[in-house]
């Protein structure tokens, strides 16, 4: 078998972690557009709050790793991103590239034609989860109409709020490895997909999900290899840092 015929995902079932963040900046304009010119249908993103109540797109709890800047979110306000370079800790040619809002990015998102699965991070800092959610659905509800939103959290509270507010969007459980009792907790969750650690998928696992109509991605991936006994077991999708990896 060679690469080009393994078994493999369709395109729309291909989610670039943080955009194409093998390439560009992760979490940024850059990574969402490098992600495009590849031919990804979708990304996968990081929202949190500032102190103030921005919601922006990053990973991590301070910016230390990915910006110029130092400090923690809790600590910062929407005047605090001017001027920030999430870029050039990543390579030089990004100089300058913002650290983006939700609503930026959203704003991005149908002109690059893609689609976005949003993680809700839940940090300590998050005082109010009706805030945390309330933000992500006005931030969403500017979508372009052709641009399609999921939700995915290791938290499922936020899944549960999220999916009253907006009960017709894909939620999707996020788990390292699946707890024993799966199939009990993931009936308290409102979420009909698992978006599990790639080295936790099995095939018993993912035969037992499908015949519960369950669907599973698997994250973070950048080896189709690694995946390929399991797309004919009914894996529905990959989350990967370098989409052109899965891609035709
Ligand atoms: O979507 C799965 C993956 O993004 C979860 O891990 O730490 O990269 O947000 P993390
Ligand atoms: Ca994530």
Redesign the pocket.
């Known amino acids: 078998m060679t690469v080009e015929t393994m078994p493999g995902p369709r395109p729309d079932a291909v989610q670039a972690h943080?955009g194409a963040s093998a390439l560009a900046p992760e979490n940024t304009i850059a990574a969402f557009r490098k992600a495009a010119e590849q031919g990804a249908r979708w990304v996968?993103l990081?929202v949190a709050l500032l102190g103030d109540g921005t919601l922006v797109v990053i990973?991590d709890v301070t910016i230390d790793r990915t910006t110029s800047g130092s400090g923690s979110l809790s600590d910062m306000r929407r005047s605090d991103l001017d001027g920030l370079d999430a870029g050039s800790w990543f390579d030089g040619r990004f100089a300058g590239e913002p650290l983006p809002t939700l609503d930026a990015v959203i704003a991005e998102l149908g002109a690059l034609g893609l689609n976005a699965n949003v993680?809700i991070k839940q940090h300590a800092h998050h005082r109010s989860l009706d805030q945390l959610v309330q933000t992500v659905q006005t931030a969403i509800a500017q979508r372009a109409p052709q641009t399609e939103i999921m939700i995915s959290s290791f938290d499922p509270e936020a899944l549960r709020a999220m999916h009253t507010l907006e009960p017709e969007l894909e939620m999707a459980m996020l788990w390292g490895r699946p707890p024993e009792d799966w199939e009990a907790q993931l009936a308290t969750i409102p979420a009909r997909t698992i978006h599990m650690h790639f080295k936790a998928l099995s095939i018993g696992l993912l035969e037992e999900t499908s015949k519960r109509g369950i669907q599973v991605r698997a994250w973070t991936c950048n080896n189709p290899v690694q995946l390929v006994s399991f797309w004919d077991a009914g894996l529905a999708g990959v989350i990967t840092d370098d989409p052109s990896l899965f891609l035709p």
């Open positions: 943080r996968e990081d990973h993680e």
